[in-house]
């Protein structure tokens, strides 16, 4: 950590700045020095009264620079204490930023129950998103965290039947609050953009486990041409969109789209890390003969490309 006066209190790509309390000071932490023990960066957020949203970068720089999920919750939960509500400063900014904190909690429980297979984290995802929910129930942004409950519901219904067609009902029900979340636009939603990409993104995966891979292409080529590959920030989004194109491909009896899709994929992967899931996605497709349009599992794909 290092300490001068004067800058401004913003995040930077690869480094996060903490205002110090009553000060024109800063406190600035390289993302890859991010302390293994997080209650040691919780003592100085408390301590030095950093404004909420920094606590909430804080926590997903944790997940992006570490895939480091227990002190990314950590820093979410202590951001939702009500001890907080005690302290003039953050009274104004609890709202809207534990919406957020919510949001955050309630996509990683949601990433261990689509990985892992959890039924616990089933539904204390749900709970998350319904805490956030009840802040605002007429957020538009609700209607988001509406899509992953419902979402979450199809994976505990499709897991406890065998990956049959069972929970389609809650696919249907995901796809129609996700179009909601898209008529109301960038300009209501608070997330901006942001929100729009998550929106399709989840939508081309619901559809595509519908079984309507054409209209799942039309939404996975609109992220595409939203999030971008040059910005390293959203250059995983865009590359998560390819491989979801590349499924709708695969399930429209398309190999060398698909195969082009993955192949593009690969190029801009070459820029920065190595993508395990472009590489094993890639090699199931070149793998698969002309003939051959199930070497790629379009639902198990669907279900990767619903969390970038």
Known sequence: MSSSAGAPASRGESTLYFPVDSSDDWVSLESKDLPEDGD???DLLRMELVPLKLWHALAIEYFRQKNDTENMMKVLEAATD???????????????????????????????????????????????????????PFDPRTWLSRAWTE??????AADSSGGSSSGHEYLTKCVSHLGNVIKAGPMVNEGGVADMVRARLLRGAA??????????????????????????????????ARLGIAACH??????????????????V?????????VVAATAAILQAGESSTGSLDGAHLARETALA
Do not use: W
């Not at 698909?258 to 190029?267: F, K, T």
């Not at 992967?269 to 899931?277: H, M, Q, R, T, V």
């Open 269 to 277: 992967c070459k820029e920065g890390a190595p993508d395990s899931d």
């Open 207 to 240: 559809l595509l486990l519908l079984e309507q891979p054409k209209e799942a292409l039309t939404e996975y080529r609109l992220v595409l041409q939203m999030a971008g590959s040059r910005d390293p920030a959203t250059a995983k989004v865009a590359n998560t």
């Open 151 to 156: 979402f979450c519901n199809y994976i505990r």
């Open 82 to 136: 009500k001890e907080l509500e005690s302290i003039q400063m953050y009274a104004s900014q609890l709202h809207q930023m534990q919406f957020l904190m919510y949001d955050a909690m309630g996509a990683s429980y949601t990433q261990k129950a689509v990985y892992d297979g959890d039924e616990d984290a089933v539904k204390k995802s749900a709970e998350m998103y319904q805490r956030g929910e009840n802040l605002n």
């Open 40 to 42: 040691k960066i919780l």
């Open 250 to 267: 695969m399930r429209l009896g398309n190999l060398p789209k698909a195969q082009e899709a993955i192949v593009r994929a690969l190029a």
